[in-house]
């Protein structure tokens, strides 16, 4: 009985192990249900034309001590006709009866990029360069606490140049 304990109790850390690292594979490109890309799709317009085909390269949840909590992206997307890399932003817990997509905006910044077109697919140095002009970290923003995030590498690997 000893050993048979033993045994069952080495069988079941194993499985435990086993279906932690199963879980964890793509823990980086897993995008929340609250980041649906219908829902983006839906919201997100710019001029009176719509954003299509959207694909989520990274995401983040953030609050402050207001507090005030964002849920913000970085999307690639068809826009007008050409492939578009843009800021996305939400406050899930202030609007109601459902919160929306908008592209991001910072009105006292000039030089701030909410999106920026292309003719073809955009490279990894296109992503890197528009990250910097829409202020765009992989951390908490200043003055916000980071409650989540993840950076789809495999969305990145396919869609990027």
Known sequence: MFKSNIKNKNILAFLVLFLSAISNLNAED???????IQKIENDLTWNNNSFKNVVILKWKKEIDNRPLYIESAIILANYNGKNALAHIYRH????????KWYLSYVYDDPDYKSMQEFDSLPTKKDL??????????DKASEGFKLLDAGICNNNIKKYLK
């Open 30 to 36: 897993r995008i929340p249900e609250q980041f649906g």
């Open 92 to 99: 899930p817990k202030e609007e109601r009866p459902e919160p």
């Open 128 to 137: 890197d360069q528009f990250e910097k002009e829409t202020e765009w970290v």
